[in-house]
């Protein structure tokens, strides 16, 4: 995944000059994937974090819905 970001070092560098300089850098995140063992199988660990995450996401939505 990449994003474009705002070069703060180089405007930070650069603004004392009078004439900052403003640039834009590629940035690229690692994916993020489920934690797996080395035959490909997800891990307990991994399972019951996204169980967890799925609870709490439901958990939110409810709360919206019944209460917002």
């Known amino acids: 995944m990449r ?3 705002f070069d703060i070092e180089t405007y930070n560098r650069t ?3 009078g ?6 850098v ?5 994916e993020i ?6 035959d490909g199988n997800p891990t307990l ?4 974090g ?6 709490l996401m439901a958990g ?3 709360y919206f819905v019944l209460f917002v």
């Open 3 to 5: 994003t474009v970001k």
């Open 60 to 62: 939110c939505v409810g």
């Open 50 to 55: 996204y169980a967890l995450a799925y609870l």
């Open 15 to 17: 603004k004392a000059s």
């Open 26 to 30: 590629d940035e690229e995140y690692c």
């Open 33 to 38: 994937g489920t934690a797996v063992d080395h």
């Open 19 to 24: 004439t900052p300089v403003c640039t834009h």
């Open 45 to 48: 660990g991994g399972r019951i």
